[in-house]
């Protein structure tokens, strides 16, 4: 596709309940990011992937996060027992080879909001 | 621990008129410097790329700089239009290892007005 695309692009759900988050990267991008902003905050770094495997997770806030991109292009992020704290705008970003150099391109995020 | 502060939190400008955002880092060990623009209810853009070795990059009427050692960096706009009204974040590239991760300034709301 022309950019990476995110479903769902809203998201409510209720105290407890399980989510699933669905990311699209640009074709060919080896790299993918995951990210969520809270509202006045600036993005917050989650989880990296090169390929298939998780290169980074040290920003899964806690074991209810889990995130798998199982054939190296689309990634799914799961969040169990959902809390209302996790409700923030989940960002996605991918980039060709996962360098220093490269610019990260971002998908227009799923807002996830937990009643 | 590094930390991104951008000033200032929100500016609001005639139309036309030239400006500057300020982004400051603490740790000057970075390998890259981003700067993005980002929509109400939209993603992120990505404007301009230094590369820790670069000063300065320049596309249309954005200029952004580096200067490492002062852990500075500014975006300049030029001839602004009501366009380019949105939030313009800060994001830094960390040097070590297999780390990927950027870290964000809170981000600087513009105004431009008609």
């Known amino acids: 596709g022309a950019g990476v695309s995110q479903t769902p692009s809203n998201k409510v759900t209720e105290k407890g309940k399980y989510v699933e988050l669905r990311c699209d990267p640009i074709s060919g991008h080896t790299a993918l990011y995951w990210y969520r902003q809270s509202l006045g905050q600036g993005p917050e770094f989650l989880i990296y992937f090169q390929g298939t495997g998780a290169a980074d997770d040290s920003g899964l806030p806690n074991d209810r996060f889990f995130a798998v991109r199982p054939e190296g292009s689309v990634s799914t992020l799961k969040i169990q027992r959902t809390e209302r704290g996790d409700s923030a705008v989940y960002l996605c970003?991918?980039?060709?080879?996962?360098?220093?150099?490269?610019?990260?391109?971002f998908g227009p995020g799923t807002r996830l909001l937990v009643l | 621990k590094q930390e991104v502060t951008q000033i200032p939190a929100a500016l609001s400008v005639p139309e036309g008129e030239n400006l500057v955002l300020n982004c400051s880092f603490t740790d000057s060990a970075i390998y890259n410097l981003q700067w993005f623009r980002q929509d109400p209810g939209k993603g992120l853009t990505s404007l301009l790329l230094?590369?820790?070795s670069q000063r300065e990059q320049t596309s249309g009427r954005l200029n952004a700089s580096l200067d490492k050692s002062s852990g500075r960096s500014t975006l300049y706009i030029a001839a602004s239009q009501p366009g380019d009204s949105a939030t313009y974040l800060c994001a830094v590239g960390p040097n070590a290892g297999n780390n990927r991760k950027l870290i964000w300034g809170l981000g600087t709301s513009l105004a431009v007005n008609p």
């Open positions: 970003a991918s980039s060709l080879h996962g360098t220093y150099q490269e610019t990260q391109y």
């Open positions: 230094i590369q820790s």
